[in-house]
Each structure stands twice: as structure tokens, then as C-alpha cells.
């Protein structure tokens, strides 16, 4: 699952505030003929924003799909969405993008000190960051499409189906997935992993499990929402989701189980792409006539502010090192842009 960083023909922005910082770029051609380009397009001028600053980190004529960031690179998914995908890689906080793997199909990616992992139709993927080729290291048959990979960088965790479990990081080749824990409530998703335990999402229902156990049910609570993404606090499981009434929001559900407490309601048609930046910041995509991504604390004790707004869709948040990157797409005019906001105060 992002700074700010806006330059194409976007409706204003609400608010005062904060101005987006534009590095500079050559225009080019479209891509009529299907070929791949990610090459920098013509600024415009920048956006203004409800509060905060902004840095353009890229542009390229593909939809970006998903980011990971840790204290040394970021890296994002490009695709035109017609077999033509790639995931590319940067320098943290800034340099020359590069491109890192290019497939037919990738749909996640997650990070730790040594590899990138990513997921295809039925198979994950092992890239090394600093050298060159990939090893497959699961492949499922039939066809099942791995979700929600996380490394704790000695196994890479993910679902397959209603099953929890993982292959070694290191692994040489495909092996089988060793089951942790399985789920019947739903399809899983929305992992988060923390030193013994994990806890996913499974449907509208929240499933946990310590990473020692093997093959039983998961522990699982419903959510009382239609969650979507999580974040850990001590205390509480937060959630953006919406409830069966339509309200969406942020929820916080207590991890020994309990009701979901509405932490951030809104009455807009979504609330999703949550994340956690530093020790409390908490960012969501709230969807409605325009888009806007908010910020709020993981305790509720911080008031509800739009970070950004605008009528471009934003396609995905990632958490780095107190700083928050996302990315919007321009239909259009065909243009990925990928932004990086730095919170105001300490996150």
C-alpha cells in the first residue's frame, strides 16, 4: 500500500496552504503503438494543496498500481493494463528511476533488506536487489493468485485461497507453502505482520494467528465493517472500511475482539488505502466527487484534515520513513503520477 504531486488539468484544491514542488521534465509522444515509455511528460503548473508540501517523484504514461518504500529505495508498479507491466525502482528521497523487473502480470510487491518479491496469476517471485535475474519460489497448480505477500526477512508471507502460510525467503527454487493457519470467511488479504503473529483481513471478518502455528483455523472476529486496509496499534485493529450502512471510514476494532467504534466517519462512498506513517499519523483515500486523501492520528486524538484534493484518482498510498508517497492517474491525458508528502510536525 506518498508525497503530493500534481501537474496535470486538475479542479482546485480546497483550501490554503502548501505548494507542490515540481522538478522539471521533457514532453513526449503517446503510446499508440503500445510500446512502454516512462518517460518524464511536460509540467504544467503546480497544484495547490489543503496544507502541507508536495514533491513530484515521477511521471509516466501507465497507471501506478503499487508502492513499497523502506529507508533506502521505493519501489512502484506501472502498467497499461494490456500485459505490458513493470516495476521500477528509485533512490530514497530522490535520483534517476529505474526500471527493476518487467512481466505480463504483476499485481503486488513487498520488500525487505535483500529482495523484492512479487506476484503473479499463480506464482511469487523473488528479485535480489542488487543483482540481476529472478527465482520463482512458489507456483500453485491450478491457477491461484497469491495475496497480500510480507517478508519479515527470514520468510515471505501471503494468502492463497483461504489459506495463510509461507516459503522461506531464501528458498532456490519452487516449494510448497507451509500452512499457518486457514480461513473460511473469505477471501484474505490486507496483511500485516508483526514479531510472532500476523492478523489479516478474511471477507468482512478479521482473522489473527501466531506464526509458530501450522494448519489450524485462524482465530477470527467479524469486523461489524466491509474492511479494506489495516493498521496494528497496541490496542486496537484500525480499519478503512465501510459499514453495511454505507457509512465509510476509518473503525477501530479491539484486538481482543469487540465491536468496531467508528474512529474517523464520513459519509462519502469509500474510505480506503489505509496506512501508518511514524508513530501515530494515520492516511486514507476518501472517495466522492473529489478525491481526497486525509490525515488523521491512530489514537483519534488529531483532527480530521485533507492532506490533499483534486478530481484525479488516486490509485494507491504507501507508508516510507515518516513520509507518505502515493500516486494519481490522469485518464486523459494517460499520465502516472507518483507523489511524496512529508507530514507536517513529527508523524
Not at 515509455?37 to 513530484?56: E, F, V, Y
Not at 493494463?81 to 504483476?106: F, H, L
Request: hydrophobic share 40%.
Amino acid at each position: 500500500m506518498r508525497a503530493i504531486l500534481l501537474v496535470v488539468v486538475v479542479a482546485g484544491c480546497g483550501g490554503g496552504g502548501g505548494g507542490a514542488s515540481d522538478g522539471g521534465g521533457d514532453g513526449d509522444g503517446d503510446l499508440a503503438d503500445g510500446a512502454f515509455d516512462s518517460a518524464p511528460k511536460a509540467d504544467a503548473a503546480p497544484i495547490p494543496l489543503s496544507c502541507g508540501s508536495a514533491t513530484r517523484v515521477h511521471m509516466t504514461s501507465r497507471v501506478i498500481e503499487d508502492i513499497e518504500v523502506d529507508a533506502s529505495e521505493a519501489y512502484w508498479i506501472e502498467s497499461n493494463r494490456a500485459g505490458d507491466v513493470r516495476v521500477w525502482r528509485q533512490k530514497v528521497p530522490g535520483g534517476a528511476p529505474q526500471e527493476a523487473v518487467a512481466s505480463t502480470a504483476i499485481h503486488e510487491i513487498a520488500l525487505d533488506p535483500s529482495y523484492l518479491y512479487w506476484t503473479s496469476d499463480s506464482a511469487i517471485h523473488r528479485w535480489a536487489r542488487d543483482v540481476a535475474g529472478d527465482v520463482v519460489m512458489w507456483q500453485s497448480a491450478p491457477a491461484l493468485r497469491p495475496v497480500a505477500p510480507a517478508s519479515d526477512g527470514s520468510n515471505l508471507y501471503f494468502g492463497a485461497g483461504s489459506v495463510f502460510g509461507f516459503v522461506p525467503a531464501g528458498v532456490a527454487g519452487p516449494t510448497a507453502q507451509t500452512e499457518v493457519c486457514h480461513s473460511a470467511l473469505g477471501p484474505l488479504g490486507a496483511l500485516q505482520l508483526e514479531v510472532t503473529a500476523a492478523t489479516l483481513v478474511s471477507g468482512s471478518s478479521i482473522v489473527s494467528t501466531p506464526l509458530s502455528a501450522r494448519g489450524a483455523a485462524c482465530a477470527s472476529a467479524p469486523a461489524g465493517v466491509l474492511p479494506d486496509r489495516l493498521v496494528l496499534t497496541s490496542s486496537d485493529v484500525l480499519l478503512s472500511a465501510r459499514a453495511p450502512s454505507g457509512q465509510a471510514g476509518v473503525y477501530a476494532v479491539p484486538r481482543g475482539g469487540g465491536s468496531a467504534r467508528p474512529l474517523y466517519p464520513t459519509t462519502s462512498a469509500a474510505a480506503r488505502a489505509l496506512v501508518r506513517v511514524g508513530r501515530s499519523r494515520i492516511y486514507w483515500v476518501q472517495d466522492g466527487p473529489t478525491e481526497q486523501i486525509m490525515e488523521g492520528a491512530s489514537d483519534g486524538n488529531l483532527s480530521l484534515r485533507a492532506v490533499w484534493t483534486g478530481t484525479l484518482p488516486v490509485t494507491t498510498l504507501a507508508a516510507g520513513v515518516d513520509v507518505l508517497y502515493f500516486s494519481v492517474y490522469d485518464a486523459a491525458g494517460g499520465t502516472g503520477i507518483l507523489c511524496r508528502y512529508v507530514p507536517q510536525g513529527s508523524p
